[in-house]
């Protein structure tokens, strides 16, 4: 017969993880959109648009943009242009949110003759919770962030529509226990899918 205590051996790990399961805490996670968030839906059956490439922290940038290039391109086909890829044109080599300007809106319009531009950016207000935290938690400890996809009319300089997710997370001052929170990167991500969520479900297409 084979000794209790190395019958068992092999499971002792799942066993323990289960026990960290069990005394764990999770926390969850509350989205909310931003009061001023566009309540209508995005007409994409006409105009030729231009995306800029997602800017959020390194780490999950290139995933987003990823994800934003699929959706879109499905919505508009060889109608949707990327900022990246121009070539010829007398603008700066990135945009960011601040660059954004009436005056750089217009330069746009008239270097690339496009209708529409697509602009999408997502940060990190607070990020103190790893997404596991073991023992003692001194203090109150948060994780926050948020994500912005906005478009905005080239023609008029003027913006069209406008989105933002916020994702917040806490735990508490006087927990002992092991906790389990989404990471910051973690809701930026999840709100972009909320916001890409939302425009699926109240666009007009072709």
Known sequence: MIPFNLKFKPYLPILGLTLVLLMSSCYGVRYRYDADSTRYGLDFTQGSWLMNRVTAPSAIEAALNKLAVEKFSNYLGDRLSYYWQLNGV????????????????LKIRNETQKEFFINCFGNVMRDNIGGLQLGDIDGYQANESWIVLEVYDLRTQQRIYYQKVIGDVTVEDDNRDVAFAKTANGMIKKGFKKILKKIEKTKVTP
Do not use: M, Y
């Open 90 to 105: 007398f603008l700066p080599a990135t945009i960011s949110k601040t660059d954004l300007s009436p005056e750089l809106l």
